[in-house]
């Protein structure tokens, strides 16, 4: 228990600290851990049907399962009789006592009359029931043999308990470890769309902390149930065995473990659940006003954040104080029931064993039982929590497996070393959803080593159609083709080794630079990666660094700048050697004189390819051969840049409000000192 | 020891508590120890002698001290709770409080994410340690000591076995514990380790994809999750050997009171009844020692994570509090005198003398390369922190010695990284000053060119917010950053580079409408675009840490090298073929 319930909350500080670096990822609050039932009581939609498919996931090891629980039956079993055979050695002491008090030699009948005539006829029950040796004292030989077995018994117990322990261990990771390699899988085979439509830090918890926790219900929740039931069976069976009056009032406390762990635990939930929720309050607003710090200084709203902060704090306070208070009394409580049994026990059996009804070992061994009734049940109570929660994590994971994959690939046809590059768009219809159409009935051709300039406002869907040259989505209607061959009959990674492609969030993974630019071609060897930073002018700045090319690059950026990052994924597709290219521009506020190497290496890259860019910057697009002009996911233009200019159409108003700062080209007065309007890149074309 | 003396200074002012504790819970243990004696009885001087009276009697008394026991326990529970969920609410306090009043050199000294986990998530796990001890830690000594005096009532002859078996579990949960404890480290180090290449490979899909580069990454991923299951099966095996072991000591610890126990009883040298009792508190002791030593277990972390604690409540913050009576500038003049600012421990200072003087009703802009100190020199103004050496005033008036009210009236501040709270539009934009009315955010709004946007939203003004303005495009946060600071109408703005993600046409508008806002203020501005700036009355160029040039557009393309060079790498970027 103590394990599992440290390695969540040690998650829950990654998630914290990953949610203030990239706001996006992860939302901490779920992340967060605490050490007494701090989790959320997250319920599964279906319960039993997502419980049946967890368990399903232990099928490929059924074998091992049966011998699990068949080891913990054994266990449980000999646990249980142990104390019985404690008992008897306990009789053999105590006969032994009340043996040597009474006078040695004396036949047994006339102790016993003896007793009964002196109106001590409890005694001489005992006496009788006993079968009490008078003058003998203990009889040593039984007790040790009584005290071997018990040993025996627990040896083996202990043993059978670490074996399936050890069995069961090896076999839930085995299935943990097959479900992350299944997830995984799974993830590659998803198509984009999947992760496009939801929040990265949800598909993050579900491929990982969920996982955790199923592990921890596999884990513990199984072995554990079987030996609760067993062991509360095993004990109470005993119990009667030993005796049924004294099992009735031991049993008594069985509805009141119950009721006691009922309403407690029901009204700790509840309080948990709040003491949740204002956790989640109070650390978000700490967030807040730890992100905003600077905003928060300057716009002199210290007191009001403070005054907030007292509030959610003396709110958290109060909550937590009712839920840890009230799931702190549930030991006592089960204790206190446990202590009342055990008097009940005690006085009941004491006057039964003083009446010869029932032997002291017998009385000592029920006591004993009793105390280990009240564990099982108090386990079976915290697993119902825990198998809950592991289910719902289940029906979570279940929910990725079972999602759309991309469609099955068949390829037909297979692609030579290097295309020419040419690509076609044959009435091309693409949407997200059903309903909504984005690209409609699109034909166009690009020329080998043509560049096509995609423009048109945010959201317009540029992004959508360099997608779809990748094949990242599937087409509604039309084809692609790519020198001449349908691209849904290629493989995808056929058709993806040929492109190379720079996105906007310049992502690179955690690894040195080296690393990095040989993602795009892994077996590059190390002059090939001096020779495309080179190219793409990496090879200036990585040389100004310390470690050089063994300089680690970590995720939240920090040793590098936003440009340098960016020239990296152009060396990485430089190297690559691609014969299709598709360029997302930079619009983010790199330096200007790091923002010229950039424009420098993309164009280096272009040379000789077919290259499709998301164009931003004038010179991209008027040099560009094709220029496709988006509207609202629609081609609405396409032409060169004169060409489609003369049409005052839809590119000459983007063209002038985009990059004329809203003048109109031959109306633009000189600029003056006091006009407000500023220079436009133009100005600089008018100069040079 | 930080976590010692954190709990020791946060548990003090609940010192009654922590008595009510101690007492409570000695109480309770003494109850609970109470009970096999009493059970002794019955058996010793009732059930031998055939004493039903005395069966019944002793039941009564063993009743009663069962109550006590339960409500002493629970007494224990509820101070117990008390106390630690107060220390956690005064830690949270005072690590607030003083992320509040350090400068922001310090706190990017630390880092907000830190800083976030440590006010949250570390001093959690403080106070859940602290609750455990006072739950727990508290109660097994009790126990431990105290049944140990109970069985050496019952019997002396028995008690080298309580010598024995005590140090001997306690070796044994020991060892296991010194076991999993660098394991525990081990996984939770591999569990980041697999985590951290499913972030990549969920981030980098498209990249991934694009190189065809699954079969490496699944490569990637099963060596990590090869790696993890490693560890957690040796972790497992480990914890699969601890629950066995333990029972095995009690259980050998059971009949060795047994076989000796009858032999001294046979003696006459000790009772039966005292054989049981003397049986169960043994147990009694054993349970309490293997409970102090789980709990030992959750010390490291909470010692982490108390020592980070620590280190933020023992920074001094090197602003030093103003004298309160210098007078609230009122025309918004900035000057800065000789200011000389660096990182603690750098080679050298991001800004180095520098001299100039913001104009009310005038603009001042800043240009230069990335890591120039652009960004320094901005929040060096509303003193955010102080410079080492030189002096910055607002209408002769050291902004060292303005109060933060002072400050916050003066200058509005828009920064380069669009941050807006959670809340909605109007709260948002009325941050800088509540008593902003309707039109005047919409006419905020309308300068900023965020007015479209609102409106287009069903909700308008109280369109919903989420933490950091995610909910907004980058734009449009940038947008209404800007019109928060104008609806605060300050006599100082600052600009830090809060153009960046708007389009040439919307920069263009936004500026000129811009400069009536601000009216006769004094604004400063830190731009990357050329075209931002060029319409500034001074324009700083900064390079290596100096101002290299000063002057306007005109004159600085004459006269600055360093300028022309930017404004053309942007030309050439921007408009030549």
């Known amino acids: 228990m103590v394990r599992r319930k440290k390695t969540d909350a040690e998650t829950g500080v990654t998630g914290a600290a990953a949610t203030a670096v990239a706001d996006e990822e992860f939302q901490p609050t779920e992340a967060d851990g605490d050490m007494f039932g701090g989790t959320p009581p997250r319920k599964a939609q279906q319960f039993w049907p997502s419980a049946k498919r967890l368990f399903g996931l232990l099928a490929p090891e059924k074998v091992k399962m049966w011998l699990v629980v068949a080891l913990v039956t054994v266990s449980v079993v000999l646990t249980v009789i142990a104390p019985k055979v404690l008992g008897q050695a306990m009789d053999v002491i105590f006969n032994g006592v009340i043996g040597s008090q009474l006078p040695e030699g004396a036949p047994l009948d006339q102790v016993v009359e003896q007793a009964r005539s002196d109106g001590r006829g409890d005694f001489a029950d005992l006496l009788e029931k006993a079968q009490i040796v008078p003058g003998q004292g203990i009889d040593f030989t039984e007790l040790g043999r009584l005290i071997l077995i018990v040993l025996f018994l627990y040896i083996i117990a202990s043993t059978l308990m670490w074996a399936q322990g050890f069995i069961l261990n090896a076999l839930v990771m085995r299935v943990v470890f097959r479900l992350r390699q299944d997830i995984e899988a799974k993830l590659n085979r998803l198509p984009l769309s999947y992760f496009d439509t939801r929040q990265r830090g949800d598909i993050m918890s579900r491929v990982t902390n969920d996982v955790d926790n199923i592990q921890q219900a596999l884990q513990q929740a199984f072995s554990q149930l079987v030996q609760s039931v067993l062991t509360i069976i095993g004990i109470a069976a005993m119990m009667f065995i030993v005796s049924w009056q004294l099992a009735l009032i031991a049993l008594i406390s069985l509805p009141l473990s119950a009721i006691i762990a009922g309403v407690i635990g029901v009204r700790s939930q509840k309080l948990f659940a709040a003491q949740w929720k204002n956790t989640g309050s109070l650390n978000g607003h700490i967030e807040e006003s730890f992100s905003g710090?600077?905003?928060?200084?300057?716009?002199?709203?210290?007191?009001?954040?403070?005054?907030?902060?007292?509030?959610?704090?003396?709110?958290?306070?109060?909550?937590?104080?009712?839920?840890?208070?009230?799931?702190?009394?549930?030991?006592?409580?089960?204790?206190?029931?446990?202590?009342?049994?055990?008097?009940?026990?005690?006085?009941?059996?004491?006057?039964?064993?003083?009446?010869?009804?029932?032997?002291?070992?017998?009385?000592?061994?029920?006591?004993?039982?009793?105390?280990?009734?009240?564990?099982?049940?108090?386990?079976?109570?915290?697993?119902?929590?825990?198998?809950?929660?592991?289910?719902?994590?289940?029906?979570?994971?279940?929910?990725?497996?079972?999602?759309?994959?991309?469609?099955?690939?068949?390829?037909?046809?297979?692609?030579?070393?290097?295309?020419?590059?040419?690509?076609?768009?044959?009435?091309?219809?693409?949407?997200?959803?059903?309903?909504?159409?984005?690209?409609?009935?699109?034909?166009?051709?690009?020329?080998?080593?043509?560049?096509?300039?995609?423009?048109?406002?945010?959201?317009?869907?540029?992004?959508?159609?360099?997608?779809?040259?990748?094949?990242?989505?599937?087409?509604?209607?039309?084809?692609?083709?790519l020198d001449g061959i349908d691209v849904t009959t290629l493989s995808r990674a056929d058709l993806r080794s040929q492109v190379g492609m720079v996105l906007q969030d310049a992502w690179l993974f955690e690894g040195t630079i080296r690393e990095n630019i040989r993602y795009g071609r892994l077996d590059a060897t190390d002059d090939e990666v001096t020779e495309a930073a080179n190219a793409t002018m990496v090879d200036r700045f990585v040389r100004q660094l310390p470690d050089g090319y063994d300089t680690v690059i970590d995720a939240d950026g920090g040793t590098i700048s936003a440009g340098e990052r960016q020239l990296i994924t152009i060396a990485r597709a430089f190297i690559a050697q691609p014969s299709l290219l598709i360029l997302d521009e930079a619009t983010s506020s790199v330096d200007t004189r790091t923002e010229l190497l950039v424009q420098h290496a993309m164009a280096a890259l272009r040379t000789d390819r077919t290259s499709f860019v998301i164009a931003h910057r004038l010179s991209t697009i008027r040099d560009a051969d094709t220029i496709l002009v988006m509207e609202n996911g629609r081609i609405v233009e396409q032409g060169n840049h004169e060409r489609l200019l003369e049409r005052r159409g839809a590119y000459y108003t983007l063209y002038m409000t985009q990059f004329r700062g809203g003048e109109s080209e031959e109306h633009r007065p000189e600029v003056t000192a006091s006009s407000p309007v500023t220079v436009s890149p133009l100005d600089g074309d008018r100069k040079a | 020891?930080?976590?010692?003396?954190?709990?020791?200074?946060?548990?003090?002012?609940?010192?009654?508590?922590?008595?009510?504790?101690?007492?409570?819970?000695?109480?309770?243990?003494?109850?609970?120890?109470?009970?096999?004696?009493?059970?002794?009885?019955?058996?010793?001087?009732?059930?031998?002698?055939?004493?039903?009276?005395?069966?019944?009697?002793?039941?009564?008394?063993?009743?009663?001290?069962?109550?006590?026991?339960?409500?002493?326990?629970?007494?224990?529970?509820?101070?117990?709770?008390?106390?630690?969920?107060?220390?956690?609410?005064?830690?949270?306090?005072?690590?607030?409080?003083?992320?509040?009043?350090?400068?922001?050199?310090?706190?990017?000294?630390?880092?907000?994410?830190?800083?976030?986990?440590?006010?949250?998530?570390?001093?959690?796990?403080?106070?859940?340690?602290?609750?455990?001890?006072?739950?727990?830690?508290?109660?097994?000594?009790?126990?431990?000591?105290?049944?140990?005096?109970?069985?050496?009532?019952?019997?002396?002859?028995?008690?080298?076995?309580?010598?024995?078996?005590?140090?001997?579990?306690?070796?044994?949960?020991?060892?296991?514990?010194?076991?999993?404890?660098?394991?525990?480290?081990?996984?939770?180090?591999?569990?980041?380790?697999?985590?951290?290449?499913?972030?990549?490979?969920?981030?980098?899909?498209?990249?991934?994809?694009?190189?065809?580069?699954?079969?490496?990454?699944?490569?990637?991923?099963?060596?990590?999750?090869?790696?993890?299951?490693?560890?957690?099966?040796?972790?497992?095996?480990?914890?699969?050997?601890?629950?066995?072991?333990?029972?095995?000591?009690?259980?050998?610890?059971?009949?060795?009171?047994?076989?000796?126990?009858?032999?001294?009883?046979?003696?006459?040298?000790?009772?039966?009844?005292?054989?049981?009792?003397?049986?169960?508190?043994?147990?009694?002791?054993?349970?309490?020692?293997?409970?102090?030593?789980?709990?030992?277990?959750?010390?490291?972390?909470a010692v982490v994570c108390a020592e980070r604690i620590q280190q933020v409540l023992g920074t001094e913050t090197a602003l030093t509090a103003p004298r309160g009576d210098a007078r609230t500038p009122t025309v918004g003049r900035v000057e800065f005198r000789d200011v000389t600012f660096g990182y603690p421990g750098a080679e050298r200072p991001v800004l180095e003398n520098l001299s100039f003087t913001a104009e009310p009703g005038k603009t001042t802009a800043i240009v230069g390369s990335t890591g120039a100190g652009k960004s320094t020199l901005v929040t060096l103004i509303p003193r955010l922190m102080d410079p080492q050496s030189g002096s910055i005033t607002i209408d002769d008036v050291p902004v060292s010695q303005l109060s933060r009210e002072q400050i916050a009236s003066v200058v509005g501040l828009v920064p380069q990284k669009p941050y807006l709270f959670s809340g909605t539009v109007a709260s948002n934009l009325r941050f800088g000053r509540d008593d902003a009315t309707d039109p005047e955010l919409w006419e905020a709004l309308g300068v900023a060119q965020g007015a479209d946007f609102v409106n287009a939203k069903p909700e308008g003004l109280d369109t919903p917010i989420s933490q950091g303005g995610t909910n907004v495009s980058g734009g449009q946060r940038q947008r209404l950053c800007i019109a928060r600071a104008l609806v605060a109408k300050p006599r100082v703005y600052l600009f830090d580079d809060s153009f960046s993600a708007l389009d040439v046409a919307t920069d263009a508008r936004l500026r000129a409408s811009l400069g009536e806002a601000t009216g006769g203020a004094t604004v400063i501005i830190v731009a990357q675009r050329v075209s931002t700036i060029r319409e500034a009355d001074q324009i700083l160029v900064l390079d290596a840490r100096r101002i290299v040039a000063r002057g306007t557009h005109d004159e600085l393309l004459e006269s600055s090298d360093t300028y022309r060079e930017i404004v053309e790498s942007q030309l050439s970027v921007e408009g030549v073929a």
């Open chain 1, 293 to 481: 710090l600077e905003l928060v200084r300057v716009f002199g709203r210290d007191r009001e954040m403070l005054a907030e902060f007292h509030d959610r704090n003396e709110k958290l306070y109060r909550a937590s104080f009712g839920a840890q208070f009230v799931s702190g009394i549930i030991m006592p409580a089960m204790m206190f029931v446990s202590y009342l049994s055990y008097v009940l026990i005690a006085v009941a059996g004491g006057l039964r064993v003083a009446s010869g009804q029932l032997t002291l070992g017998d009385a000592t061994a029920f006591i004993q039982y009793s105390r280990e009734f009240s564990q099982p049940v108090s386990q079976l109570a915290g697993m119902a929590n825990m198998l809950q929660s592991g289910v719902a994590s289940a029906e979570r994971t279940f929910e990725l497996l079972d999602a759309d994959e991309e469609t099955p690939e068949s390829p037909t046809s297979t692609l030579p070393g290097r295309t020419n590059g040419h690509v076609e768009f044959e009435g091309v219809t693409f949407r997200y959803a059903e309903d909504n159409p984005l690209i409609e009935d699109l034909s166009f051709s690009v020329e080998p080593g043509q560049t096509v300039a995609i423009v048109g406002p945010t959201g317009a869907g540029k992004t959508t159609l360099v997608n779809l040259v990748m094949r990242f989505y599937e087409l509604n209607g039309g084809r692609i083709l």
């Open chain 2, 1 to 301: 020891m930080a976590l010692l003396s954190i709990s020791l200074r946060y548990a003090k002012p609940y010192t009654r508590f922590v008595a009510a504790v101690f007492v409570f819970q000695l109480l309770s243990t003494i109850a609970a120890l109470y009970l096999p004696s009493l059970n002794a009885e019955i058996i010793d001087r009732g059930v031998a002698r055939g004493d039903t009276d005395f069966i019944w009697a002793t039941g009564m008394t063993m009743l009663t001290v069962c109550v006590v026991q339960v409500v002493t326990a629970v007494g224990g529970v509820y101070f117990g709770a008390r106390t630690a969920m107060a220390v956690g609410r005064d830690l949270r306090r005072d690590v607030y409080r003083k992320v509040d009043e350090l400068s922001a050199l310090e706190i990017g000294g630390f880092g907000t994410a830190t800083l976030i986990t440590r006010g949250t998530n570390d001093v959690q796990q403080v106070q859940m340690l602290v609750l455990m001890t006072l739950n727990f830690m508290v109660s097994a000594p009790i126990m431990c000591v105290g049944g140990i005096i109970m069985a050496l009532r019952e019997d002396v002859g028995l008690s080298w076995l309580v010598w024995v078996s005590v140090p001997v579990l306690f070796i044994i949960v020991s060892v296991l514990v010194g076991i999993l404890l660098p394991l525990f480290r081990l996984m939770q180090d591999r569990i980041d380790g697999i985590n951290g290449v499913l972030r990549e490979q969920i981030t980098g899909i498209r990249v991934i994809r694009a190189f065809v580069r699954e079969p490496y990454e699944s490569e990637r991923y099963r060596t990590a999750n090869e790696r993890l299951t490693r560890v957690s099966v040796r972790v497992g095996n480990v914890f699969v050997l601890m629950f066995p072991v333990i029972m095995m000591v009690l259980h050998l610890a059971t009949a060795a009171v047994l076989w000796f126990g009858g032999q001294r009883v046979e003696a006459g040298e000790m009772q039966v009844g005292s054989l049981t009792a003397f049986l169960q508190y043994l147990l009694q002791i054993l349970t309490a020692v293997m409970m102090g030593v789980f709990m030992v277990m959750m010390i490291p972390r």
